[in-house]
């Protein structure tokens, strides 16, 4: 079978302007020594070395906007007319960005009167009459490029950050609006688009938008079934519209042959420029990019780091400014062991893999009276309350202050080093291996590699405190994030206790439940199938039983039967609404009632781990297993909760939250007199805001 070629086409523009507001929050951590904003072009680089490590194209083109004026500006004078203007800090970004580029080896380009979408949508077209076949993976930060997908093409919008997309094809598109991709064309002819200032139809919205399109097909057929239709201020709007109606079509189609001077072969991929990469992501500060580039070559190897490996420990070993490290195999602290620590100060390292020295009264009473530099305090007292140690708390811990200062890479004590120092630390799976190869390696590699990481943790030390104290954060390190790691901690290895029996009492239950319901299906659909495989129950939906084709989208795999498609189905259709009980009571049984069970541990309990340092605004996270998310709409879903139990006898389970905490908040920060007057009155806020916007008084409410 001939080999296809894998073309990725990227809207520059827009996926640029989603990596400069990516980054936006964090925009005076990225300059270079010449006082240039990097942000954008920082985060464009992240963005493509995501994509071209999971799609691993033969062929790539970043398109770029010439300009402001463009055929369609000459058709409609206020296209795109509206839009704040570009931020210098952005702007001053653009040349880098293109410079960038030629330095990665991935060729741009822009075409006076014509817009990125026009050379993309050309260069799409090109690879689907191209004698040799091409996967084509478009990837842009606006959804105009929709109407291009097809069975050759999959549309790729960025959702958030620089990693996150959302894959529309064909039978995505018809699953989330119930549309193809020429509606969805016609779909802004109606609606309009607010960003690129279309028109549209007056008062018509997607959701107007949508319902159209699907009781007549097209923006054609509208018109032509137009005097059928009920007399409506809708209906007089379309009528009074029609002109810009079809205007706004034409600009939102994309010009799949623009003249464009490139050709497929003009594209292809061959890799980066190593040595001019390296110069410029010096001259950009990009030390960890830089450090990567050194990773892939044939680079010397670091130097050596002397280290103490210790088999009794002395009090002189142990001081205050000592920085330490715990280290385990996995991930999940509540049930690994630790395989080794490594401590010290910059004149001095040690290291061992005897956890029972710790466990010694001289090293126990040490790390439970004295305030610990380390990273990640948390899983520090875990780890250590598993000996039968009690940490009090921290020092100064590295892992949450590299968050505090950065949230766009992740804060292992690699992208530290890679940040801050000038040590040379190897990637853990360097030294641990990765996959089915991964294992602890002999003791004098793993103690090199920890005394390293301690290292580290010294040298960067000083220069994390100097940058958290120029943003303004070290109060917020010191009064906030560490005292809530303590807690956090603390709240972990309490953990909560579970009743086995009583999942297990439900699993048996739910058992019975989709037996029946089985059974029922089988009855309504005439046969036995498996219910779990799409592809059986598409062909008894909408063969078999001929429920109506219009709701779903048939693929190379079958109908979709997703559950936007069987909610469509349900009111028609007495099997779908089974169908629909069937997978949600499988669901919870898969995911919480026998799930949960694997996490109870020895002590009836399960110990979740409290995820302090992702998210961009602190909100925490919930793994191993997830207790944030245990569903309580459904019934099934609320018993479970029932599992969940006071550890002690003749006590509860108190749940409570903040009423409008973040209003709250705002009203102490803002003074807004009125905020503070409604909340110590009682008043519902929305209700006197609304109040106060359409000069309602409260005798009138």
Excluded: C
Aim: negative net charge.
């Amino acid at each position: 079978m001939e080999k296809k070629n894998k073309l990725l086409l990227i809207d520059g523009s827009s996926v640029a302007f989603r990596a400069f507001f990516a980054l936006y929050n964090q925009i005076d951590r990225f300059k270079n020594a010449n006082g240039l904003h990097t942000n954008a072009v920082y985060g464009f680089n992240l963005m493509l070395s995501h994509l071209l490590e999971r799609i691993q194209p033969t062929h790539v083109l970043v398109a770029f906007d010439a300009g402001k004026t463009t055929f369609r500006t000459e058709m409609y004078a206020d296209y795109k007319g509206g839009r704040a203007k570009t931020p210098d800090e952005f702007r001053e970004q653009f040349p880098f960005i293109r410079e960038q580029l030629d330095h990665l080896g991935i060729r741009h380009y822009e075409l006076a009167q014509y817009e990125a979408d026009d050379i993309i949508g050309t260069l799409d077209k090109m690879a689907e009459t191209s004698s040799v076949p091409f996967e084509v993976t478009i990837v842009s930060g606006d959804k105009d490029l929709i109407q291009l997908t097809d069975d050759n093409t999959v549309v790729e919008i960025s959702k958030k950050g620089v990693a996150e997309f959302e894959e529309f094809t064909p039978a995505y598109l018809k699953e989330k609006m119930g549309l193809t991709p020429e509606q969805f064309i016609d779909l802004k002819a109606l609606m309009g688009d607010k960003s690129d200032n279309i028109p549209g139809v007056t008062k018509i919205g997607e959701k107007t938008g949508i319902k159209l399109l699907l009781e007549y097909g097209s923006l054609d057929g509208i018109y032509e079934h137009i005097d059928e239709m009920k007399a409506s201020k809708m209906k007089e709007n379309l009528i009074n519209d029609k002109e810009q109606a079809y205007l706004s079509k034409t600009l939102a189609t994309i010009d799949t042959n623009a003249p464009i001077e490139i050709s497929l072969d003009d594209i292809t991929y061959t890799g980066p420029h190593l040595e001019n990469l390296a110069k410029f992501y010096e001259e950009m500060g990009f030390k960890q990019l830089r450090q990567a580039l050194d990773l892939s070559g044939e680079e010397a190897a670091p130097v050596a780091i002397d280290y103490t490996e210790v088999e009794q420990v002395t009090p002189d070993m142990l001081t205050e400014d000592s920085f330490f490290h715990f280290e385990i195999f996995g991930d999940n602290y509540h049930t690994e062991p630790i395989i080794g620590f490594a401590w010290g100060t910059k004149g001095q390292l040690y290291a061992s893999t005897d956890t029972g020295l710790l466990q010694t009264p001289i090293f126990k009473e040490f790390l439970e009276k004295t305030p610990l530099k380390i990273y990640d305090f948390k899983r520090a007292k875990v780890l250590l309350s598993h000996l039968g140690i009690t940490l009090q708390k921290p020092a100064f811990d590295s892992r949450l202050a590299k968050y505090l200062l950065s949230t766009v890479e992740d804060n292992e004590i690699s992208t530290i080093a890679s940040l801050y120092s000038q040590i040379a630390l190897p990637l853990d799976e360097v030294v641990y291996g990765k996959g089915a190869k991964k294992a602890i390696p002999e003791k004098v590699v793993l103690l090199e590699h920890l005394a390293r990481k301690v290292a580290v943790l010294l040298d960067t030390e000083g220069h994390m405190v100097e940058q958290l104290q120029a943003h303004d954060q070290l109060d917020l390190l010191y009064d906030m994030e560490q005292p809530l790691a303590a807690v956090l901690a603390k709240m972990e290895i309490a953990g909560i206790k579970v009743e086995r029996q009583t999942l297990q009492g439900m699993q048996v239950e739910n058992e019975v439940v989709l037996e029946r319901l089985t059974q029922e299906i089988y009855e309504l659909a005439g046969e036995e199938f498996n219910i779990n495989s799409p592809k059986q129950l598409g062909v008894i939906l909408f063969e078999k039983l001929e429920l109506p084709l219009e709701y779903t989208k048939k693929t190379k795999t079958g109908y979709s039967t997703a559950v936007d498609v069987l909610e469509r189905l349900a009111p028609i259709s007495p099997i779908v609404s089974k169908i629909l009980e069937y997978r949600q009571i499988a669901k919870i049984q898969s995911t919480y009632v026998i799930g949960l069970q694997d996490w109870i541990l020895e002590d009836g309990k399960i110990h979740t781990r409290y995820v302090q340092d992702l998210t961009q605004t602190g909100r925490l996270s919930s793994v191993d297993p997830n207790l944030q998310n245990i569903p309580v709409r459904l019934e099934q879903g609320r018993l479970i909760r029932k599992a969940f139990v006071p550890d002690e006898e003749n006590s509860v389970l108190l749940s409570s939250d903040y009423s409008q905490i973040e209003l709250r908040v705002l009203a102490h920060i803002s003074g807004d007199e009125h905020l503070i007057d409604a909340f110590k009155h009682g008043a519902d806020i929305h209700t006197s805001t609304a109040m106060r916007v359409f000069n309602i008084e409260n005798q009138k409410m």
